[in-house]
């Protein structure tokens, strides 16, 4: 029993590990693309068409999925003010945003998933791409936050940097 959680465990690390890549390289080609535009339009007084939308695509999808990796790591506002409740309080309000985060998560993949599909007709002007490929991050988005979520209320901890926490109330003593 032990061994199929262990490659359950390692499965899921490795998906999880594989999104936090995708969204690494959403960031570095936004960027790039960027610095390109910049440059060919201030030095050269042009830019290619589509580097707009595909800009605004992957900032589309690095925010989204964005927002499930915040929940995965527990990033949501938090106040202080509660950390002097009992702890068992303190567990239940926990338990509380991760069901809220669930419903959120159920949110987006119903309703995203009718958003994406209304797009699906429509098409992005520069790259001729169906507009639903901006739009169906949002249902992906909801997949992952229901797992995410999910894991957490059975108790799982998910976070895979606890540091920036740490480093945080470091700084605020």
Not at 43 to 57: D, K, P, R
Request: aromatic letters at 12%; glycine letters at 6%.
């Amino acid at each position: 029993m032990a061994e199929k959680k262990d490659v359950a465990q390692g499965c899921f690390l490795r998906i999880d590990k594989l999104i936090d890549g995708f969204c690494i390289i959403l960031l570095v080609t936004m960027i790039l693309i960027v610095v390109l535009a910049v440059i060919t339009r201030k030095g050269f007084g042009w830019m290619f068409a589509w580097s707009e939308e595909i800009t605004l695509l992957c900032l589309t999808w690095f925010t989204f999925m964005g927002i499930a990796v915040g929940f995965r790591e527990r990033l949501h506002l938090s106040m202080d003010l509660f950390d002097r409740l009992p702890k068992k309080i303190i567990r239940l309000s926990d338990r509380l945003i991760d069901l809220v985060t669930f419903f959120f998560g159920l949110y987006l993949v119903i309703f995203g998933w009718n958003f994406a599909m209304s797009m699906r007709g429509s098409i992005l002007s520069a790259t001729q791409m169906p507009n639903l490929v901006q739009y169906i991050v949002m249902p992906i988005t909801g997949v992952m936050t229901c797992v995410y979520s999910a894991l957490q209320l059975l108790g799982c901890d998910l976070r895979r940097y606890n540091i920036i926490e740490e480093e945080i109330k470091r700084d605020a003593e």
